[in-house]
């Protein structure tokens, strides 16, 4: 089946540094991919949603300027959450629907830890 | 404001027996309501996807059923397994794969 890649699984990180996500789309082109970010035993929560050559559409209550989205291409949309600290260690999982048969597909997650 | 609960945090099952998941909704009228499975420290996996029309669906041993009415939907999974132990989250969506709404989850454990 279809996959999504992400890159990194994990990354543990200093406080006030910036760290980015990739979500690739290993098989398939991808014209919409979401952006989730899941708390240890709660749900996941969708933080914006990215379209292939346009500006994210960001949730209400997610900063846009402290979690900047690029969708450059097709296949890859990446996460680089700026002046990263230890309240944004999570985990954050994006998912990538497919152009041609609108398929939704989720990437195994990268897990953050600030210190 | 939107509302999605799962009935209960945690579920234990024998194995062998018929897992019952519950997923209770308010403040939403949903055209989809999907079903996922996730195992710890791995992204969704997708199970079934039910529309608002359709009373119930089926996919080997897994059975969903969708109550626009009671605004509650139940998930089955049939002779349980062991390896059936994850979590299962379900989501709403007004169009089939536009922003997912998910439930807070239910870990189920099947105990052999």
């Known amino acids: 089946g279809a996959v999504v890649s992400q890159h990194p699984s994990w990354v543990i990180c200093k406080s006030g540094t910036s760290v980015k996500i990739e979500c690739r789309s290993l098989d398939f082109q991808a014209t919409t991919m979401f952006w989730y970010r899941q708390f240890p035993k709660q749900s996941l929560m969708l933080m914006a949603t990215s379209n292939e050559g346009s500006k994210a559409t960001y949730e209400q209550g997610v900063e846009k300027d402290k979690f900047l989205i690029n969708h450059a291409s097709l296949t890859l949309s990446t996460l680089t959450v700026t002046s990263a600290h230890p309240e944004d260690s999570s985990f954050y999982i994006c998912?990538?629907?497919?152009?041609?048969?609108?398929?939704?597909?989720f990437g195994e997650g990268s897990r953050l830890t600030v210190l | 404001s939107q509302k999605i609960e799962q009935n209960s945090e945690a579920l234990n099952i024998q194995e062998g027996k018929t897992a019952t998941l519950t997923c209770n909704y308010t403040?939403?009228?949903?055209?989809?309501l999907q079903w996922y499975r996730q195992d710890p420290g791995r992204g969704p996996v997708f199970l079934l996807l039910?529309?608002?029309?359709?009373k119930e669906k089926r996919k080997e041993r897994l059975k969903v059923t969708f109550d626009t009415t009671l605004k509650q939907s139940l998930f089955h999974i049939t002779a349980s397994q062991p390896a059936d132990s994850a979590t299962y989250l379900c989501a709403l969506s007004n169009f089939g794969n536009e922003k997912l709404t998910f439930g807070t989850g239910t870990r189920l454990t099947i105990i052999p």
């Open positions: 039910i529309r608002e029309n359709e």
């Open positions: 998912s990538a629907r497919a152009r041609v048969t609108g398929e939704l597909f």
């Open positions: 403040n939403y009228s949903p055209a989809y």
